[in-house]
């Protein structure tokens, strides 16, 4: 296991780990935890053999309770613009890593917590886990991309509640305004985040890959442009021996071998 100053990284069976590891703190983010969230996703993306990413939080209070507040106290405004922009990039980074992120949540996710699980391709989270965008309570606003992710995953209208009231709401309420994918007991949290990642892997890595930047940039333009898009990652997925073993295989109704190629 790999080890940072705040987070914890490992590689197991074609899945990377990264736990957030400040638990005294409920695994708020300060700047060298942000530096080592970058550094883990950059390796799990330039690993060839990492198929998928859980990203969770140490202990079982938190998944990440938001920034720590102790280090924003002190910013100057340029300092957190800086921030916020070195934040926005670690999650993008997140979001856009060609490979599945499941948001393991196991306990709070606000601020940065949420926005950070957002980022994630998949959120699943214990019964008792919380959420929430608390930054107007502190004279701020979200600013590792929440204003902008939160809206395109519940729409406008439970974004800006969210948002301008600041308050908790229950990983029961997150799932019914489709903030998370699932609610699982917290014994089976890890376990269900690696059994969707290993669906996942048995299909083909190129489709996986394309699929998620179909939907990533697709968010991003109008739908006509989305599926020009679409139709020309198609084109490219139609090129690829993993689309002749694919539809050889169900033709031949057997289980498919793909390569990744």
């Given at each position: 296991m790999s080890r940072f100053e705040n987070v914890l990284y490992d590689k197991r069976a074609g899945i990377a780990y990264v736990t957030v590891n400040r638990p005294k703190a409920l695994n708020a983010l300060d700047t060298p935890t942000w530096t080592d969230l970058r550094s883990a996703f950059e390796d799990a993306r330039d690993d060839v053999d990492v198929r998928?990413?859980?990203l969770t939080g140490a202990g079982d209070r938190a998944f990440i309770a938001g920034a720590d507040i102790s280090e924003l106290a002190h910013v100057t405004a340029y300092e957190a613009q800086q921030s916020s922009r070195f934040g926005q990039g670690v999650l993008d980074l997140i979001e856009n890593l060609g490979k599945p992120v499941i948001a393991a949540i196991n306990g709070f996710a606000l601020g940065g917590g949420c926005e950070t699980a957002m980022a994630c391709t998949i959120r699943i989270a214990v019964e008792a886990a919380k959420f929430g965008q608390p930054e107007v309570k502190l004279g701020l606003l979200p600013g590792g991309g929440g204003t902008q992710r939160l809206p395109r995953l519940v729409g406008k209208g439970h974004a800006l509640q969210l948002i301008l009231t600041g308050e908790m709401i229950s990983a029961q309420e997150a799932y019914r305004i489709g903030?998370?994918?699932?609610?699982?007991?917290a014994a089976e949290l890890i376990a269900r985040a690696e059994a969707i990642l290993k669906t996942i892997a048995s299909n083909a890595p190129i489709a996986v890959r394309l699929s998620l930047e179909a939907a990533n940039k697709g968010a991003e333009t109008s739908q006509s442009e989305?599926?020009?898009?679409?139709?020309?990652?198609?084109?490219?997925?139609?090129a690829t021996e993993d689309k002749k073993e694919g539809t050889s295989a169900f033709l031949e109704k057997r289980a498919p071998r793909f390569q990744g190629r």
């Open positions: 998928g990413v859980i903030l998370v994918n699932e609610i699982v007991p989305g599926q020009l898009l679409e139709a020309s990652y198609f084109g490219l997925c139609a």
